[in-house]
């Protein structure tokens, strides 16, 4: 089992930035993917970023130039650069193991391990 914590949410102003923790803890392999997803109201919950173990990344391509994935041992971040109202939603981070690397997966189902998600407001 793993456990992830999400932190870092909160209100900011179109422009601006913010970035999210995960915290890992749990199973103590670190062969992981860690995934970000998002899901705006009365919207599904889309793909956002990820990193594999030896930090291969993969970014959908809304948020491209943008945002940056990256980790540290146990905790990942998302770094949102130059952020958009469009870029409101609960943000989640997920990991799913797996022994091939890359294979960068998007889709929800593909993750086992989910956070409780962390509120993200951008204002226009």
């Known amino acids: 089992q793993v456990q992830l914590v999400e932190s870092g949410g909160g209100l900011v102003q179109a422009g601006g930035s913010l970035r999210l923790s995960c915290a890992a803890s749990?199973?103590?392999?670190?062969?992981?993917?860690m995934g970000w997803f998002r899901q705006a109201p009365e919207k599904e919950r889309e793909f956002v970023a990820s990193?594999?173990?030896?930090?291969s990344t993969y970014y959908a391509d809304s948020v491209k130039g943008r945002f940056t994935i990256s980790r540290d041992n146990a905790v990942g971040y998302l770094q949102m650069n130059s952020l958009k109202p469009e870029d409101t939603a609960v943000y989640y981070c997920a990991a799913r193991y797996s022994s091939e690397t890359p294979y960068h997966r998007t889709g929800v189902s593909a993750y086992d391990y989910w956070g409780q998600g962390t509120q993200v407001t951008v204002s226009s």
């Open positions: 990193i594999s173990w030896t930090t």
């Open positions: 749990g199973r103590t392999s670190n062969r992981y993917y």
